[in-house]
T-cell receptor, first 113, second 112 residues
Framework: KAGVTQTPRYLIKTRGQQVTLSCSPI?????VSWYQQTPGQGLQFLFE???????NKGNFPGRFSGRQFSNSRSEMNVSTLELGDSALYLC????????????FGNGTRLTVT | DQQVKQNSPSLSVQEGRISILNCDYT??????FLWYKKYPAEGPTFLIS?????DKNEDGRFTVFLNKSAKHLSLHIVPSQPGDSAVYFC???????????FGTGTRLTIIP
């Protein structure tokens, strides 16, 4: 069974640009979550999608947005990039049963210059 | 406001000995706890979890202990193996919510 797939693995962007990251969940998983990992803040929750609807949202500015498609694939968009957005962005999927663990992809490393 | 804290950024343990990783939390509404392991350039991998109605859960070499009154949990790995060298994150879930709150991680190094 294929794991969570994230593309691209690495991205370099300049300040002010926008970026779109992609995530394909494990087959059968309808819940997809996004996390940001930085050295100073650790892993922080961005948002969760289920059946194409945002079900939960973290404390990030509106520049961070996402969506989910009918096949459960998800995209995350960051507009007007800032230097502080440089991070590892992790996507995770899970079965929609109570307390089922998240399964993470290997992440997209975003560098903003 | 860090609600889940791992106060030891790093830990070194001799191969074959016990590794004990600690985690403290401040929010008494957390009712489910998980441990994840992360290798460089990979995403975190789920290890073991525990519900707040239990005080211990065991899976092979991994045991998680929960002390609700102290708001403290720990992960025991015994015996420690070189492949256990990684960063370990504890994480917590609020009752009725599936949003994980992570600690900042502890880098475990197993010395051969």
């Amino acid at each position: 069974k294929a794991g969570v797939t994230q593309t691209p693995r690495y991205l370099i962007k300049t300040r002010g640009q926008q970026v779109t990251l992609s995530c394909s969940p494990i087959s059968g998983h309808r819940s997809v979550s996004w996390y940001q990992q930085t050295p100073g803040q650790g892993l922080q929750f961005l948002f969760e999608y289920f059946s194409e609807t945002q079900r939960n949202k973290g404390n990030f500015p509106g520049r961070f947005s996402g969506r989910q498609f009918s096949n459960s694939r998800s995209e995350m968009n960051v507009s007007t990039l800032e230097l502080g957005d440089s991070a590892l962005y992790l996507c995770a999927s899970r079965r929609d049963t109570e307390r089922s663990p998240l399964h993470f992809g290997n992440g997209t490393r975003l560098t903003v210059t | 406001d860090q609600q889940v804290k791992q106060n030891s950024p790093s830990l070194s343990v001799q191969e074959g000995r016990i590794s004990i990783l600690n985690c403290d939390y401040t929010n008494s509404m957390f009712d489910y706890f998980l441990w994840y392991k992360k290798y460089p350039a990979e995403g975190p991998t789920f290890l073991i979890s525990i519900s707040s109605i239990k005080d211990k859960n065991e899976d092979g070499r991994f045991t998680v202990f929960l002390n609700k009154s102290a708001k403290h949990l720990s992960l025991h790995i015994v015996p420690s193996q070189p492949g256990d060298s990684a960063v370990y994150f504890c994480a917590a879930l609020l009752f009725g919510n599936e949003k994980l709150t992570f600690g900042t991680g502890t880098r475990l190094t197993i010395i051969p």
